[in-house]
């Protein structure tokens, strides 16, 4: 499972092991516990990778073999491709902006997910 978390900083990706249904049980049970609202509903993501990382033809490679319909990759121009994909929202305010949005895809898929996305980012914290 992956989760991404939308903060004001930015996208942080964690590649977790538990199932998509005990984190969200997870996280009702805190917001119940904490007597905090929560707001779940099916949502989508995107965020962009670098359209030269080598591992980009692997990822494809993986969605094709595993038919992973719910995610998408669009080049956006000559570096860049969009990478979207349908999972579960959740977050405090119904009209946050800020939140956690997890998906379960095949394991493949979600490694070369995870490991392009740790490149993108350790390439822009250099660049920076």
């Known amino acids: 499972m992956l989760k991404l978390t939308y903060t004001e900083a930015g996208l942080h990706l964690e590649k977790l092991s538990i199932s998509l249904e005990e984190f969200v049980t997870n996280r009702v049970l805190l917001s119940l ?34 038919h992973s319909c719910s995610i998408t990759l669009e080049r956006v121009d000559r570096k860049y491709v969009e990478v979207s994909f349908s999972g579960t929202w959740m977050t ?29 980012e350790s390439t822009l914290t250099f660049s920076a």
């Open 33 to 66: 516990r904490s007597g905090l609202p929560i707001h779940i509903e099916t949502s989508r993501a995107a965020f962009l990778l670098p359209a030269d990382a080598a591992e980009l033809t692997l990822l494809e490679s993986a969605m094709r073999h595993h």
């Open 92 to 120: 405090f305010d119904r009209c946050a902006e800020e939140g956690t949005l997890v998906v379960a895809l095949s394991d493949r898929t979600e490694f070369y997910l995870f490991k392009l996305w740790q490149q993108s």
